[in-house]
């Protein structure tokens, strides 16, 4: 057959130039107004800046292997065939581009690493087929809760990633039957669809080569245009960046406000300037899989509070009303919605939990939580706007150190009879026991405390309670936006501490836990602080414990939030329930992607009036493995799921990790 050379004619070539020029322009104007709305934000904390060897390298796994996408294996493979495929077929949009100009232009010349990279764009461009292709199907046909119903904009992109492989084929076939391929044998894929074109005459090939490559340049610029254009697509250029400014403190750790700062005109977040930069990127960064929803026990039973929609609704409030806010900093008068109230529903914003379970699975590490935390503490701070049944638990926590208004000449009574010492008395011990409000006031929990003691006296631990000295850690408070009483009741605590030596502090409280771990050390308070359930294992590894473990009872463990997501504390309660004969039993949620029990983020405090109850649920799910008993290790989630059994009629016991050791011990 008789060689054709493809060559775009001059007119071709001006409208081409003029169609990449204009379209280099819009992007360059769309990119720079995305900028600017990002830019309306607050100052982002040094922190966000720390290592910047160790975020490259958490930018490129997250990126470039998926890692949080591959929880979910199939979806997660094909997401990653078509992301390497976006990087693999970079070169191949500048080398057609620029070929349509010059002519034979390879920014890899025309050598062995020509053909190699001939070769592997065939392979992905079949890849990236498979991919969009089951991604089209999942989004279309089996059409799962958490993807928004198939919309125009996903079609799209899927029509014009997998056109633009496909335009690649015919192109290098056509290239191959008119022998003008200068590595024909490495296009191995292109050889099978060049069988096609053998026969078709010199005009016709001609046009099939102008036609594949007009294709796949006006699919390939509308692609790019997306990127800045107001879709999910953002993400591709947002999402790395933001990755790469994560927030690098420990997840429990909320960011300390500085109350007494005299220049500060509001706290807390009631507009979208006061969202910091890397918390307004974040809704660029967005690639609306659900995931945050899938694992939201807000949305799963049918509360207002929807995480997606959350982040959608910021980010189009965004998008929208950005532009007036920048003519707002010229000093023009602008009127926008409101953030809270018409943007983020007040129902919303008190019916999360805290749990994380949105950050945990989220692909792109977008920080739900410190955005409601923050809109919650403007309404405290500076509307005094929040739940009414919080009131009573604010006001307890403020004038009786505990959230039940509860002398604190009682908190200590759960001890009485058990020579339990006090630091009062002792000032240095090894181990200084934080029992907690639940542990000291509520029935349930104070036998949780008594079999904690017994564990500690067997194993000859050297400890001591301070008890009337103890106060409410308002952790609660703080998750609710009351950060003045968080911070009030944290230098009270930390000026208590002072007083005494020790080595750690052992706590059965995930939320003491974390606030005495986590963000005292904001404060001034550096302590080693151990869960109890660490610490028993600890002590059963040392053989300091002995037990009569002869009964095997199926046991389903209900894994806390603050415990397991928060604190990476998962395989000790485990341990030492097989330790003390319990047979685990498999829950469907557990570990880092267990389901909260509804009562963090201070609604242990509030009234459950909308949907059906969390507790409920999770109560539902733990009893379905048929288990004898169910473990927990927060005192939290021993009165939810309490509740939660008694309302199924299951007379199943609910029983802390401590109570289950105690009871065996010799």
């Known amino acids: 057959m008789e060689k054709v050379e493809f060559m775009l004619s001059l007119v071709e070539k001006i409208v081409f130039v003029i169609v990449l020029v204009g379209s280099i322009a819009w992007f360059v104007q769309r ?28 930018v490129l796994l997250d990126s470039l292997l998926q890692r949080k996408t591959l929880r979910k294996p199939w979806v997660g493979m094909l997401h990653l065939l078509v992301v390497w495929g976006f990087l693999v077929f970079s070169v191949n949009t500048v080398n057609h581009f620029a070929g349509g100009l010059l002519g034979g232009f390879n920014m890899l010349g025309h050598g062995g690493l020509a053909a190699a990279y001939g ?27 958490s993807l928004a119903r198939g919309s125009v904009e996903s079609a799209v992109v899927f029509l014009f990633i997998g056109g633009a492989m496909v335009a690649h084929l015919i192109y290098v076939g056509v290239e191959i039957v008119t022998e003008t391929s200068p590595h024909p044998g490495a296009h191995i894929v292109s050889a099978l669809v060049a069988g096609a074109f053998v026969g078709l005459g010199e005009d016709t090939l001609g046009i099939l080569m102008h036609v594949a490559w007009w294709s796949s340049a006006v699919m390939h610029l509308v692609l790019i245009g997306l990127l800045v254009y107001p879709t999910k697509h953002q993400h591709l250029i947002a999402g790395p960046i933001k990755l790469y400014f994560k927030r690098n403190r420990h997840r429990g750790n ?30 660029y960064a967005c690639i609306e899989c659900g995931r945050c929803n899938d694992f939201c026990p807000t949305h799963n039973s049918g509360k207002a509070l929807h995480p997606k929609s959350l982040i959608g609704d910021i980010k189009e409030h965004l998008l929208k009303d950005g532009p007036a806010l920048l003519k707002a900093k010229e000093g023009e008068e602008v009127l926008v919605p409101a953030l809270i109230g018409e943007v983020v529903t007040l129902d919303s914003l008190w019916a999360c939990t805290t749990c994380g379970a949105c950050v945990e699975h989220c692909p792109m590490g977008i920080e739900h939580v410190d955005k409601i935390t923050d809109l919650r503490r403007n309404q405290v701070l500076m509307e005094g706007a929040f739940p009414e049944q919080a009131q009573n638990a604010f006001r307890g926590m403020e004038t009786a150190a505990n959230p039940w208004s509860l002398p604190q000449a009682e908190r200590g009574l759960w001890a009485e009879g058990l020579e339990v010492p006090l630091m009062a008395e002792k000032q240095e011990v090894d181990i200084l026991y934080w029992v907690g409000c ?8 104070k036998k949780v405390s008594q079999s904690l003691v017994k564990i500690l006296q067997s194993a000859g631990v050297d400890f001591a309670i301070l008890g009337e000295e103890e106060r409410c850690t308002c952790e609660s408070a703080r998750r609710l936006g009351n950060e003045m009483l968080f911070q009030t009741a944290t230098m009270e605590i930390v000026e208590t501490l002072k007083q005494y030596k020790f080595n750690r502090i052992l706590v059965q409280c995930p939320h003491c836990l974390n606030t005495l771990a986590n963000e005292h050390p904001d404060f001034g308070g550096d302590y080693e602080v151990v869960h109890h359930t660490d610490y028993i294992n600890e002590l059963m590894r040392a053989g300091k414990l002995t037990l009569n473990a002869t009964d095997k009872v199926s046991t389903a463990f209900h894994d806390s939030c603050y415990l397991a997501r928060y604190n990476d504390i998962v395989e000790s309660p485990r341990a030492v329930l097989h330790a003390a004969g319990a047979e685990i039993k498999a829950v469907a949620r557990e570990g880092k992607s267990g389901f909260c029990c509804g009562a963090g983020g201070g609604r242990m405090w509030l009234e459950e009036t909308e949907g059906e109850a969390i507790n409920g649920q999770r109560a539902a799910e733990l009893l379905a493995t048929d288990a004898k008993q169910v473990g927990t290790a927060c005192p939290f ?25 105690a009871e065996q011990l010799v």
């Open 254 to 283: 909320l960011k300390m406000m500085d109350l007494e700062d005299e220049e500060a005109e509001t706290f807390g977040v009631a507009k979208l300037q006061e969202f910091t930069r890397m918390q307004l990127l974040d809704h």
């Open 31 to 58: 990119g720079r107004l995305l900028v600017q709305l990002v830019g309306l934000g607050a100052d982002d904390p040094d922190e966000r800046r720390d290592n910047p060897g160790g975020r490259l390298v958490e």
């Open 637 to 661: 989630c021993m009165t939810m799921l309490t509740d939660g059994v008694k309302a199924t009629g299951s007379e199943v016991p609910v029983r802390d990790v401590a109570e289950i050791v």
């Open 438 to 445: 639940s542990g000291s006031y509520d029935d349930r929990n």
């Open 119 to 145: 070769l592997v764009s065939d392979v992905f461009a079949v890849l990236v087929l498979v991919g969009v292709i089951g991604l089209a199907f999942r989004r279309f046909v089996v059409r799962p809760e």
